[in-house]
């Protein structure tokens, strides 16, 4: 039924019924894994494997963490968030395959800015591990990106088990060029400066950079290497992708059309970066089998997001069940 209302519609009706069911206590009838994160002693993401985790984009305001906790996932992205408010693209901006089991979006990181993030941050009450995503306002241009990123990580560092950095949305002009050109060098190294500075109080916070599953084999060569010479301490792979045939218009497509693609793209990045770096895999995870397959192409952990727009919390308890046997 749900799948027949507008797409983002139906998302924030979807969102809002899970916050229901968690404070009237009746979503433990749905999902009876409990906060599965307790039992993590160590929560460092970088040293974890075959964990399942929520996808950046689904709580792009940190409004949900506790109800998505309590479905049994092992960490929750949220974000993208940029440090002032925006109302995001033009609506309709979500589209629905149901035949191919896809989303086209193009929503442009519409959020509530970085403080109503922290505050949330703050509030949480799970110990589930949060990774928080930050991005640029589309009103910043890309020679001032740097700045609104160094912005947002010095807000969400003390709050967040690690931070992702979005460079790879389609649905932000230019975003994508941010790892293109000889500023990517310098752009990484201050964001592992900053990350240095941050980090002497004793909590250190990995950071992540989520990429493209569009880049040609020659720049993601080089994206990897900058990646490693920066000394930080993870990649995403991967965000959404344009090669679509745009009937709806411009986005990223989700979904499992996605699948092969990001798998692909994260066989490479394996191949570029041996041993040295952990990889969250993410892209058309749809089934238990799926997320069994990205760990055999070479991922440490996986995340979800339009796999649970159709499968709804089954696809959670598919997963964990799998790793039960
Ligand atoms: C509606 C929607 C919004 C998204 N928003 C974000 C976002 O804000 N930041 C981000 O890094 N990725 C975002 N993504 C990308 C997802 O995090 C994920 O990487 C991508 O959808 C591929 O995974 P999937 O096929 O499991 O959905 C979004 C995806 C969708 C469908």
């Known amino acids: 039924m749900m799948h027949y209302l507008p797409g983002e519609f139906s998302h924030h009706l979807a969102l809002k019924g899970l916050k229901f069911l968690y404070f009237t206590g009746l979503l433990k009838l ?5 906060d599965s994160n307790l039992k993590f002693k160590n929560r460092d993401i970088t040293h974890l494997n075959a964990k399942i985790g929520i996808a950046a984009g689904l709580d792009k305001n940190g409004d949900y963490i506790d109800c998505l906790a309590a479905l049994g996932v092992d960490f929750i992205e949220v974000g993208t968030i940029t440090p002032r408010p925006q109302t995001g693209n033009p609506k309709p901006r979500i589209f629905r395959n149901l035949k191919d089991r896809s ?3 193009r929503l442009g990181f519409n959020n509530k800015g970085v403080d109503h993030l922290v505050k949330r941050l703050k509030r949480k009450k799970t110990q589930t591990i949060v990774g928080t995503s930050i991005g640029k306002n589309f009103d910043t241009p890309n020679d001032n990106a740097l700045e609104d990123y ?3 990580i010095k807000k969400v560092y003390e709050h967040s088990d690690y931070i ?14 941010l790892s293109h050109g000889e500023n990517f060098n310098s752009f990484l190294k201050a964001i592992k400066k900053i990350q240095n500075q941050l980090s002497t109080d004793g909590k250190y916070v990995p950071i992540f950079i989520k990429i493209s599953p569009d880049e040609h084999s020659n720049d993601l060569a080089i994206i990897c290497s900058s990646i490693l010479d920066s000394k930080l301490d993870g990649i995403i792979c991967s965000n959404t992708t344009v090669d679509h045939d745009h009937k709806n218009g411009p986005g990223g497509l989700s979904g499992a059309p996605l699948k092969n693609k990001a798998t692909e793209c994260l066989v490479n990045v394996r191949r570029l970066v041996g041993n040295k ?7 058309g ?4 089998q799926d997320y069994q397959e990205k760990l055999d192409a070479g991922a440490n952990l996986v995340q979800i997001y339009t796999g649970f727009i159709y499968e709804g919390p089954q696809l959670i308890e598919d997963i964990l069940n799998l790793r039960k046997v």
């Open 103 to 105: 989303l086209i979006n």
């Open 164 to 177: 992702a950095i979005n460079i790879s949305s389609p649905n932000t002009k230019e975003l994508r060029e």
């Open 285 to 288: 995870v749809m089934s238990a």
């Open 150 to 152: 160094l912005h947002c």
């Open 30 to 34: 749905f999902a009876h894994k409990k």
């Open 277 to 283: 770096l952990p990889i969250i895999a993410s892209g």
